[in-house]
């Protein structure tokens, strides 16, 4: 089996790629990734001596680019994590999210329709289906849950999905579609919430929590995020749409104070700082589908999933600090000097 990885530079993308290689010796593992700011060779630098690995730095959104790896590789299976990810810079600039996740999505169901597939797989998000209201614990995302879209980020998510499912409806093309919730562990880049927190905590800087830090994410350790696509690329219905998140809802506040605790820094870090425009409540999954048909269930805790993303931080400080240190700062000085 030939599977192209979009995006295995980045956090998901690249844990996908390490559990795929260890589960499946016999399988080629193709990675493609333009490495953007949030691609990282570094990430990959295990599997770059596997001769079941190889990888191609190409942009999604370049047609005739990717068409030639299609040629060169004739892959069996495509999983499009490659996305600009981040919503925060959604809000600083639309474009290149609308660029990557809408028409990179189209390049690369484009090359499956020409080359031929068995499965295009589209790593969507929680985030299509807006937020929930703090006060109604009783109501979860199903898959019928309306898509609605609050940052361009997840607009963009949620175009690419409709054009997933018309490239389906149209074509014909065999695809499934994912929307997993917030997920954690080794390799995620310090911009977002909990390795942020981590990085700053250590390096004893002040922890920015957005608003009054009441926002509830549903966290899912990376690994689990993993098992659930490689069941759902073999197990899963074309055409069909998989939730995936772990009933592990948590307020931002308490998520920041257990890193604290963990690291025996003082909450006095933790600052309130200007709420982000247009800020979701609430995200929680109802995997209710995933569990009956594939038999998928979260395996991670988070109280040990925590513990052992923060002993990858504390493990790997060249692999974050590189990042911390290099062009990150600018955005870091402009996202949070005047907040
Ligand atoms: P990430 O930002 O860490 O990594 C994105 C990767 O895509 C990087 O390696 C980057 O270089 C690459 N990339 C970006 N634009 C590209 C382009 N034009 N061509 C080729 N490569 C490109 O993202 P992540 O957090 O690992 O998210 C991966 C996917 O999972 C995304 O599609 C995201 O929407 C989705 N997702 C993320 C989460 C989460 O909690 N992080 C949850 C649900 C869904
Ligand atoms: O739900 C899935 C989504 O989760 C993915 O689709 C996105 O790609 C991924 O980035 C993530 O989006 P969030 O916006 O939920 O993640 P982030 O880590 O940016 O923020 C988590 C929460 O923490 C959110 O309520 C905003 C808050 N926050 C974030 C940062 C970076 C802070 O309070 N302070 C911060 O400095």
Known sequence: ????????????????????????????????????????????????????F???????????AVFSVFKEERPDIVVNFAAESHVDRSIENPDVFLKTNILGTQVMMDACRKYGIRRYHQVSTDEVYGDLPLDRPDL???????IHTSSPYSASK????????????????????????????????????????IANALNNK???VYGKGENIRDWLYVEDHCRAIDLIIHKGTVGEIYNIGGHNEMKNIDIVKIICR?????????????????????????????????????????????????KWYLDNRPWWEHIING?????YERMYLNR
Not at 28 to 49: F, K, W
Not at 57 to 64: F, G, H, L, Y
């Open 1 to 52: 089996m030939k599977i192209i990885v979009t995006g295995g530079a980045g956090f998901i993308g690249g844990n996908f790629v390490h559990y795929m290689l260890e589960k499946y010796p016999d399988y080629r593992i193709i990675c493609v990734d333009c490495l953007t700011y949030a691609g990282n060779l570094e990430t990959l630098n295990s599997a770059m001596d596997n001769p079941n």
């Open 158 to 197: 949620a175009s690419a999905d409709l054009l997933v499912q018309a490239y389906h409806k149209t074509f014909g093309l065999p695809v499934t579609i994912s929307r997993c919730s917030n997920n954690y562990g080794p390799y995620h880049f310090p911009e977002k919430l909990i390795p942020l927190m």
């Open 262 to 310: 963990e690291l025996n820094k003082p909450e006095s870090l933790i600052t309130f700082v200007t709420d982000r425009k247009g800020h979701d409540m609430r995200y929680a999954i109802d995997p209710a589908k995933i569990r009956n048909e594939l038999g998928w269930l979260p395996e991670t805790k988070f109280a040990d999933g925590i513990q052992k993303t923060i």
């Open 206 to 208: 002040p922890l920015p």
């Open 54 to 64: 190889c990888f191609h730095k190409v942009d999604i959104t370049d047609r005739e």
């Open 140 to 146: 979860f995302f199903t898959e019928t849950t309306p």
């Open 327 to 331: 062009e990150y700062r600018q955005y």
